[in-house]
């Protein structure tokens, strides 16, 4: 029998023999370690383990070390699986949080794009707006341009029917002069007009 200082006394049975221990662990967990050398130690003896009660020993000290090294190394393969999920954990949290910028960012890109096509969808109704006004003032003007070219072709006819008769009524021919280098400013002038707005409006039908 042997004995081991310590704190709190222990007297256990390994493979029949006694041993006395003193230790600061609690008395049932030595009991329970005690037992479990002593099941190695008869395990290896029905196995058909030779040697002496020390080479049993022995022999159970290398089975219950191997046993402890395994649970160690699968404590160290537990503790790197469980680094390497925390690792995949914040790597797909910091793919998720790029996510969520990454939406946040195309809400405000289309919004940002929706306000873009609002505006030119005003610009656009105003540009049919004022196309719509142009051609209206273009109808308008060639409405008048044929009504001078009908009062100018009136005028020249006028003019011929004077001519042709040979009136002698100075005063007349002046007016009729007068009036029809009026008609002849005046369709000028709407000509003029008319081309520019021909011009604007061409214009702006080929910037669509």
């Given at each position: 029998?042997s004995e081991?200082?310590?704190?709190?006394?222990v007297?256990v049975v390994?493979?029949?023999?006694?041993?006395?221990f003193?230790s600061?662990?609690?008395?049932d967990?030595?009991?329970?370690?005690a037992?479990?050398?002593?099941e190695v130690?008869?395990?290896?003896?029905?196995k058909?383990?030779?040697?002496?009660?020390?080479?049993?020993?022995?022999?159970?000290?290398?089975?219950?070390?191997?046993?402890l090294?395994?649970?160690?190394?699968?404590?160290?393969?537990t503790?790197?699986?469980?680094?390497?999920?925390?690792k995949d954990?914040?790597h797909?949290?910091q793919?998720?949080?790029e996510?969520?910028?990454?939406?946040?960012?195309?809400k405000e890109?289309?919004?940002a794009?929706?306000?873009?096509?609002?505006?030119l969808?005003?610009?656009?109704n105003?540009?049919?707006?004022?196309?719509d006004?142009?051609?209206?003032s273009?109808?308008?003007?060639?409405s008048v341009?044929?009504?001078?070219?009908?009062?100018?072709?009136?005028?020249?006819?006028?003019?011929?029917?004077?001519?042709?008769q040979?009136?002698?009524?100075?005063?007349?021919?002046r007016?009729l002069m007068?009036?029809?280098?009026?008609?002849?400013?005046?369709?000028?002038?709407?000509q003029?007009?008319?081309?520019?707005?021909?011009?604007?409006?061409?214009?702006y039908r080929?910037?669509?």
């Amino acid at each position: 029998m042997s004995e081991v200082s310590g704190n709190t006394k222990v007297t256990v049975v390994i493979y029949g023999q006694e041993y006395t221990f003193a230790s600061a662990k609690p008395k049932d967990r030595l009991i329970r370690i005690a037992g479990y050398v002593d099941e190695v130690m008869r395990d290896l003896v029905q196995k058909g383990a030779p040697g002496p009660v020390t080479g049993l020993a022995m022999l159970a000290a290398i089975n219950i070390t191997g046993e402890l090294m395994g649970e160690r190394d699968a404590q160290l393969e537990t503790e790197r699986e469980k680094e390497q999920l925390q690792k995949d954990i914040a790597h797909f949290q910091q793919l998720w949080e790029e996510a969520k910028r990454s939406h946040l960012q195309y809400k405000e890109d289309s919004r940002a794009i929706q306000e873009q096509k609002d505006a030119l969808q005003e610009r656009l109704n105003a540009k049919s707006i004022e196309a719509d006004n142009l051609i209206r003032s273009a109808e308008e003007r060639e409405s008048v341009v044929a009504r001078l070219e009908a009062e100018l072709e009136s005028a020249n006819t006028r003019l011929r029917n004077a001519n042709d008769q040979r009136e002698d009524n100075s005063e007349q021919i002046r007016e009729l002069m007068d009036k029809l280098k009026e008609i002849e400013g005046n369709y000028f002038e709407l000509q003029m007009e008319n081309i520019q707005m021909k011009g604007d409006l061409e214009r702006y039908r080929s910037n669509q």
